[in-house]
């Protein structure tokens, strides 16, 4: 059972770089079994996929957020990341990782979820 | 893309049954049998409740059923108990390869 956990800073200033890291237990990243995504969800409103990873480390991205976004994998580490710069308020929300099958497409597999706060 | 359309809620008494919409496109809903429908609780991540349309996940109720005509799909929540007062939230494959979700529903029970 693939198990995953959201980490990285609560707070990020206005204009700076939003980084988040999701680790992955219970399975390898690398075993091209998995697609590897980002998912948000600001307070009281709903979700909004924003990208996904390939073990190979292709890349699909929500057209509304693709000049600002960069997903990785490090494979060493089991864990893939997400990176949005130039963020603003409208930034701010509950930033999930979520895995699906190579085969489906569907997120069987969800992180409990980071808050992000953009402020300064 | 633009977000599936959803209504804001709907409610039923116990033991009742209550029907989600989800409306999208001929490039997302239109185009795939790749819709599938999340539960969220207040405070806790999404959870699968039914995929490709109609399939439900091991562990989860067959009081939960889901079906799709053109572009809309549709979530069918039968013999309505307690907990199953939640968000929901439908999402779709696209024709561009990404994914899209739906505005999402507060399902109220009386």
């Known amino acids: 059972q693939v198990q995953l956990q959201e980490s990285g800073p609560g707070l990020v200033k206005p204009s700076q770089t939003l980084s988040l890291t999701c680790t992955v237990s219970?399975?390898?990243?690398?075993?091209?079994?998995?697609?590897w995504s980002w998912i948000r969800q600001p307070a009281g409103k709903g979700l909004e996929w924003i990208g996904r990873i390939y073990t190979s480390g292709s890349t699909s991205y929500n057209p509304s957020l693709k000049s600002r976004i960069t997903i990785s994998v490090d494979t060493s580490k089991n864990q893939f990341s997400l990176k949005l710069n130039s963020v603003t308020a409208a930034d701010t929300a509950v930033y999930y990782c979520?895995?699906?099958?190579?085969?489906?497409?569907?997120?069987?597999?969800w992180g409990q979820g980071t808050l992000v706060t953009v402020s300064s | 893309q633009s977000a599936l359309t959803q209504p804001p809620s709907v409610s039923g008494s116990p033991g009742q049954s209550v029907t989600i919409s989800c409306t999208g496109t001929?490039?997302?809903?239109?185009?795939?049998?790749?819709v599938s429908w999340y539960q969220q609780p207040p405070g806790t991540a999404p959870k699968l409740m039914i995929y490709?349309?109609?399939n439900r996940p091991s562990g989860v109720p067959d009081r939960f059923s889901g079906s799709k005509s053109g572009n809309t799909a549709s979530l069918t929540i039968s013999g309505l108990q307690a907990e199953d007062e939640a968000d929901y939230y439908c999402?779709?494959?696209?024709?561009?390869?990404?994914?899209?979700f739906g505005t999402g529903t507060k399902v109220i029970v009386l």
């Open positions: 490709d349309v109609s």
């Open positions: 001929s490039s997302d809903v239109g185009s795939y049998n790749r």
């Open positions: 999402s779709s494959y696209t024709s561009s390869s990404t994914y899209v």
């Open positions: 979520a895995s699906h099958s190579w085969s489906g497409y569907y997120f069987d597999y």
């Open positions: 219970g399975g390898s990243i690398s075993s091209g079994n998995y697609y």
